[in-house]
């Protein structure tokens, strides 16, 4: 298994960013849930129908952060993909939301609609031909043929290519698919959704300052247990690097590493998946706690801003 599986940011307030993703981008709300290491904060998970690999973006809402500052040793930013013929749909519904957009550009080929959160978060939509045969997640608002498809993939500022390059076509199974400028594009054989790694390469330019609106890690497929296994042994014996022991995130199995060029990497197993805990139907709907944190609910749930209707 290959590609992203999820990527994770941090928010401001709770309720704008809850609102965005669901109203604006109309994401499905897949689960709402808590920082494991900081219970006080919500972690909220937003993506298709079932909250699949490669659909998911998440997010630590913390109330007051900072903003962050965008440089090298983060990723700049995070594409979804949408069929090529609703970019029309989405420019004229950023308009007429007051959502801060560029104009229409041409990347490897692909046309390309950037954006920005309430945070500031730099995102973008890809228009993919044939995208309308991808399934998509409807809120009810957006037309089903509008709809966002997916992570189509995140774009890396770095110091340097290389070291993290060898970790993407090694460890990750990318390729290196083409070059523009000082952008090297990576893809995966694998399923359509994060398939794609861009590293803009920056030598000299600002480090990055994590804060509201930037990305804190990106998360990486392992189809199970052994298959993360023998990537975190790739990444000890052939990169010199030492990955953490495996935690329990209810939803997936993750081990974390910091890459050559500062990023925070996080490799997630594809099972049990966000149904583990509660029906497809009803992903989003309840707070749902680990089973270490379960004893805590009363206290959890007085410091946690209530939400709208999920969509």
Known sequence: MSGIHHVTAIAGNALKNFDFYTQVLGLRFVK?????????????????????PGTILTFFPWEGAAPGRGGTGQAQQTAFRVP??????????????????????????????PFTDPDGMSLALVGVPGG????????????????????????????????????????????????EGSVIRFKTKGPA??????????????????????????????????????????????????????????????????????VLFEIATDIPGFAVDEPVASLGEALKLPSFLEGHRKEIEAVLPPLGKVA
């Open 32 to 52: 709402k849930t808590v920082n494991f290491d900081d219970p006080g904060t919500y972690h909220f998970y937003y993506g298709d129908e079932a909250g699949s």
């Open 132 to 179: 309308e045969n991808e399934s998509g997640w409807s809120n009810g608002e957006i037309p089903t043929e509008h709809t966002i498809r997916g992570i189509h993939g995140v774009t890396l500022l770095l110091d340097s290519a290389a070291a993290t390059a060898a970790i993407l076509t090694n460890v990750f199974a990318f390729t290196e698919a083409a070059r």
């Open 84 to 113: 090529a013929r609703a970019l029309g749909y989405w420019a004229t519904r950023f308009l007429e939301k007051g959502i801060a957009h560029g104009a229409l550009e041409k990347r490897f080929g692909e046309s390309v609609l």
């Open 193 to 262: 959704n994060g398939g794609v790694v861009d590293i803009y390469e920056a030598k000299g330019f600002l480090p990055a300052r994590q804060g509201a609106g930037s990305v804190h890690h990106i998360a990486f497929r392992a189809g199970d247990d052994a298959d993360q296994a023998a990537m975190a042994q790739k990444l000890v014996k052939e990169h010199g690097l030492l990955p953490t022991g495996q935690k329990d995130r209810n939803y997936f199995r993750s081990v974390y590493f910091r890459e050559p060029g500062g």
